[in-house]
Nanobody, 126 residues
């Protein structure tokens, strides 16, 4: 079993930056990808970014491309989401997710991820 714990969410002004972290614990993660999703009030869960765990390939939603960067540190079992030029529409609860088995790449489908964190709130004020 893998536990995911997100951190780094907070209130920030539009145009600002935040870095989210997601630490995997329980056992050394040996899956194939990790991703970030977000959910705004009254909306469904939206894909943000994903990264291959054993490679460097990344994949982004069009809405964040050029502003957000996903990265990882395999030695720390941690994935990061650097968010720059934040907009009020980026306000949401951000979730980290891990895919244990290969289900295709790139993948932005929540159902392809096996483990989920509890989420961290990001609020961008205008």
């Amino acid at each position: 079993q893998v536990q995911l714990v997100e951190s780094g969410g907070e209130l920030v002004q539009a145009g600002g930056s935040l870095r989210l972290s997601c630490a995997a614990s329980g056992r050394t993660f040996s899956g194939y990808a990790m991703g970030w999703f977000r959910q705004a009030p009254g909306k469904g869960r939206e894909f943000v970014a994903a990264i291959l765990w054993r490679g460097s390939s990344t994949y982004y939603a069009d809405s964040v491309k050029g502003r957000f960067t996903i990265s990882k540190d395999n030695t720390k079992n941690t994935v990061y989401l650097q968010m720059n030029s934040l907009k009020p529409e980026d306000t949401a609860v951000y979730y980290c997710a891990a895919a244990g088995a290969y289900k295709g790449w790139p993948t932005s489908t929540p159902g392809n991820y096996d483990y989920w964190g509890q989420g961290t709130q990001v609020t961008v004020s205008s």
